[in-house]
């Protein structure tokens, strides 16, 4: 089936003029919204790995008709941050910051990426922008994304000017239980010269519901943008995590963590382009599959021809606890630059018996010494992250889910 | 005869390459596929019904499917031009099923092989030689002694006729059928030469078999077909070379490999090639696995414009084994895409995967592997290693390995790593008096070891001498 045919007749240029007139918008902005809704007859499903004969990932059956209900959206949001940096609501920021905002969105995620993104920017109705100015370091930054209705479009812009630094922590979760939700969110960083933005995201949405999302950041000279991605909600995600490392000696890091239970299937992305000289990439991943889900694991490194002297390392592990499972793994090197040192390693396995023979023999039952070596399992990931608050969070979601398993 | 072939000899003295020879053809199919070519092809070889349908079959599919396009970063093959390639040239050779006396050949088809070394080698250290000028094999021999243990190596043509009832069973049936990919049914059409082998239970053939083929016409499609019968407890090592001179025009070699390991069974399956620079090289070779079987796949590509080739191995039968060894070796103008396939369906089964590229002079080369773990096959393991070696910045390097994992019980590990080739490793070699070139020759030649040691010394000796021959002058 053509993504074309998906655009559904409850769809109409009325609902993106409304979303728009109520937030106010310039005429620019609705501009970007009409162009991204028309595109939606041309446009494709994102790319999923294909190998003859099967997607890894199949978009296609998600019902748009009824999940996207665009002018009944409701959350409950959190956007708290510092004083010396600005974190606004996306109506406040249309207001304060048109500049910005007409300098940086859609620069980084062209909203005519595919179906799901132009989607995403003609129907987002809540968003946050952060502004930090130069030589400010702004500490905790939180986002909290409660979904209230069927569907909920998110966009947020983090924009870092010259040696300053930011963390972020944005979390996603399901309010009133719905049947089926849909949730997508386009997350924009532009890191300035010499600045550092962490980005964590613990998505945690309900099991009845579906989630896109594209996060990309650009560095400039010195930056680093370093990523947290923790994935444990929803029935089926597709999450793409990246860094296009433009400016010389920049860097980024993507840490993953998810955990799926049940039929949920996880399609995640982490991808780097080294687009300059002496930049460094490190991606790590770690996850758990149990009963009937599936993890779908897609890593770049993309080493273009005038990125010299970089380093990009990549590592994606996934355990298996049961025998219906399934995990797929391609972790992709592009390299036209000879001057790089870039390698990759993927494991797939299960329990170590041995290990599990040796905490039984100690007298620890078999589930608690299962769940403690799965626990292990996911240390060296949350060992990478700097912020407490999530390691702790993320530690006590794997640790309730694990106590669930019969 | 249709009034489809022509009799030409072409006298064609551009684009002259080592030691191209004139085309000497007695019997030529026109350009492009069609079923009066194919009908020509079959009747010309004297081939039973059965096999004259199974081709028209297969062209049937062939027309029916698209040409892959879909894939991430694959090659460029918008150059080949399947309807202008000249399918089918039978050389001028007496005997229809090949000579078994190199001084019975016309002269400059025994001066290629010469070239070449293949009558020296047959002489030193090989079981038989079969040997393929364009369409057909010209040259076939097995030594008696195993002959007489019932070991069967002939042409594949001949294969059809003496053995009907191994081919019928075995020919594109289960292992490559032609629906399997747009060049598997391409090849099922116009399949022309290659070898058979069957090796009876318990017998083990102690030196390698081999077979070299080689393109010496301008614009002509090879289309080889080998089949590898090993009974149960058997063993064999088949090694096949390939080699075409330059020409203007592309030509297109599309061979397809097929090979039954029976149970407890060991093949060994090496081929060399060094196709000219236009050539489009586009094969499927398969092997499957009965219980405890092993299957080692040892390749070395180094010519070709483009290859696409992935050897696969299906894991069938509980407890056996795959290995890949390969390496690529791209320059100018060369994209070789390859890697290779492994399916574990059966529990205990393992397989491990090395693979190392050398990129240089604007070459691409690619990894694209795929291991798949079914759901019941436990207790597998795994081991992918892809390691690329880069000489500039012009030349391009990437690796895609897929890993599609159904099972809990398992084990899986893929490593790759890219760089490129030490100042310090160098510095030393040039300290130690080396002058660059032959410091740089010397790291390939130890980057590639793990390939040469499990080749018979020819190979390893011939292969080593292809590479000296690409890395010469090339090298800033």
Redesign the interface.
Known sequence: MSAGTQVHANLTEEQVREISGDLDEPEWLLETRLEALEALEELDMPDVIRTPGRDWTNLHDLDFESLVDPLNAAEDKDQVGPEEAEVLSWSDAVQEHEDLLKEHFGSIVDPKENYLTALSTALFSTGTVIYVPEGVDAEDVAIRTEQNSRSLFNYTLVVTEESSSVTILERQSTGAEQDEQYYSGVVEVAAGENSYVQYGSLQNLSEEAYNFTVKRGVTDTYATIDWIEGNLGTQLTKTEVSTELRGDSSETQIVGAFYGHNDQHFDLDAKVWHRAEHTTADLITRGVIDDISRSVYEGVQDVGADAWDTSSYQRENTLMLSDESEADASPQLIINNHDTEASHSATVGQIDEEDLFYMTSRGVDPRSARNMLVEGFFVPVLEEIDVDELRDDLSELIGARLRQRE | MSSDQDHLQETDTEARFEFKKEENSAVRSGKGLTEEVIRMISDDKDEPDWMLERRLRALEQYHNMPM?S????MPDLSELDVEEIIPYIRPDVDKREGVDDWTELPDEIQDTFDKLGIPEAEKNALSGVGAQYESEVVYQNMQEQWEEKGVIFCNMDEAVREHPELVKEHFMTTCVPPSD?KFAALHGAVWSGGSFVYVPEDVTVEMPVQAYFRMNSEGMGQFEHTLIIAEEGSEVHYIEGCSAPKYGTHNLHSGGVEVFVGEDAHVQYSTVQNWSKNTFNLNTKRAICEENGTMEWVSGSMGSKVTMLYPCTILKGRGSTDTHITIALAGEGQDIDTGAKVYHNAPDTSSTIESKSI?KDGGRTNYRG?VHIA?GA?GSSTAVECD?L????E??????????????????????????IGDEDIFYLQSRGLDDDDAKKMIVAGFIEPITEELPIEYAVELNRLIELEMEGSLG
């Open positions: 892959p879909d894939w991430p970063g990919n990129a795929l759901d436990e690329a880069m000489f500039d910045n030349s391009t390097s990437d690796t895609m390995p897929y890993m599609e994992i159904e099972e809990s019980k398992v084990d899986v590990a893929h490593e790759a790593t890219v760089g490129k």
